[in-house]
């Protein structure tokens, strides 16, 4: 469980480490004000769980155009193999008929 920062306590703390007290509540103000910050930054379980959801969906997406440009580029050279075994053999009919 995480613990509130005590300001007051660590100013008190610094003072008696032998800080002057300007200086300790000064320290004490600046160290509280970065720990509001940083929890302010921190994300939950909850946010990072739906991120990677999204990543997720998002990966799915890129998975299915792959297969779809798969199968798109196997039709193609299949088709172009036919087209090239069509002529082969017009021009083997072509060179028996001239032949």
């Known amino acids: 469980m995480a613990t509130m920062f005590n300001s007051i306590r660590a100013s008190r703390d610094l003072e008696t480490a032998g800080a002057a007290k300007p200086l300790a509540d000064a320290i004490a103000t600046i160290l509280g004000d970065t720990?509001?910050?940083?929890?302010?930054?921190l994300v939950t379980k909850d946010y990072l769980k739906a991120e990677i959801a999204t990543v997720h969906t998002e990966m799915a997406k890129v998975r299915t155009e792959i297969a779809s440009a798969k199968n798109d580029t196997i039709r193609w050279l299949i088709g172009s193999q036919v087209v090239l075994i069509a002529a082969l053999g017009g021009m083997m009919s072509l060179m028996r008929a001239f032949g």
């Open 35 to 41: 720990m509001v910050t940083s929890r302010e930054d």
